[in-house]
């Protein structure tokens, strides 16, 4: 089980995170919503101990998260990645078992650890572009490749910033049946989005976030219009989902700033 308690983030003047807690079961995909700038990519970095100026613990199976950083598979926000850096895309996926080689290793790839790249790439439907540059891919098979990451690294927990920014429909379709597979795995799923879609419902779990934690339930309890009101000053985004706020009104478990 994850557990994040009181989390606060201040950039030089900025409070970017204030006493966020929540705790996340095993073997569930979790959606961490709000609107741009509410601390979502903050949030996920400071779970893995990245920002200095951060406050509070956050515990994996009742000991720090970060001291078991190789459990966790972290994607990061697409506009944090340097595309143009010279790397294929089998040596992007292959960085994910670097922690996996013994020492007496680390010149080659050890067969098991080619194994695990190869079928990674072929989940994703990328096997045929192993030696492409990524600067040369499009934006679904970008985020296709940094997928095959997270799954050759075989964490159980994944911390993805954003996955769906620049894919096409196929991409995400096939994403989400790839987070549906890892989730029977038993892996724990933490995938931030600030689009909304009638993909929402798709998650166990959202945590509604706006600098401090709004709500955290199942989606029928945190997409309530005083919510999305608190979140995004206007109740109308409800609407812009496709849902109504009727359907929402049974909200039981919440939590408020
Ligand atoms: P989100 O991912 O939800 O869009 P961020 O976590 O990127 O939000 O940012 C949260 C807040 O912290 C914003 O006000 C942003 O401007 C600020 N911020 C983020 N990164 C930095 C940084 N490196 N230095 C200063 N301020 C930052
Ligand atoms: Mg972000």
């Known amino acids: 089980m994850l557990e994040v308690r009181d989390l606060s983030v201040r950039y030089r003047e900025t409070i970017a ?24 990519s903050t949030l996920l970095k400071s779970m893995l101990g990245l920002i200095p100026n951060q406050e509070g613990q956050v515990f994996y199976n009742q000991q720090f998260l970060k001291q078991q950083c190789q459990k966790v598979a972290y994607l990061p926000q697409r506009s944090q ?17 670097i922690n996996h080689q013994p020492w007496w290793r680390m010149g080659g790839a050890s067969r098991r650890s080619q194994e695990i790249v ?5 989940r994703v439907e990328l096997d045929n572009l192993r030696d492409r540059p990524i600067k040369q891919l499009s934006g679904g098979q970008q985020q296709r490749v940094f ?17 769906f920014t620049a894919i096409d ?4 379709s096939l994403m989400w049946q ?21 993909t929402l419902d798709r998650y166990d779990h959202l945590l509604l976030l706006n600098h401090c934690l709004i709500a955290s339930g199942t989606p029928r309890q945190v997409l309530t219009p005083e ?23 049974d909200a039981e478990e919440f ?3």
């Not at 995170?17 to 979502?40: H, Q």
């Not at 190869?118 to 072929?122: C, F, K, N, P, V």
């Not at 429909?169 to 995400?172: C, F, L, P, R, Y």
Request: contains cysteine.
């Open 17 to 40: 995170l204030s006493n966020i807690s929540f705790e996340i079961n095993r073997g569930t995909v979790v959606g961490l919503i709000g609107p741009n700038g509410a601390g979502k």
């Open 81 to 97: 990645i340097d595309w143009d850096y010279p790397v294929t895309v089998w040596n992007v996926v292959m960085m994910a078992r």
């Open 118 to 122: 190869q079928e990674a790439l072929a």
């Open 147 to 163: 997928l095959a990451r997270a799954i050759a690294q075989q964490a159980d927990l994944l911390l993805l910033d954003e996955p």
């Open 169 to 172: 429909k196929k991409t995400e």
């Open 178 to 198: 790839i987070y549906e597979e890892l989730k029977q795995a038993g892996k724990t799923l933490l995938i931030s989005c600030h689009e909304w879609g009638e």
């Open 227 to 249: 919510h999305i009101q608190l979140a995004y000053g206007s109740p109308d985004v409800i609407n812009l989902a496709g849902r109504s706020p009727q359907a929402a009104t």
């Open 255 to 257: 939590m408020f700033c």
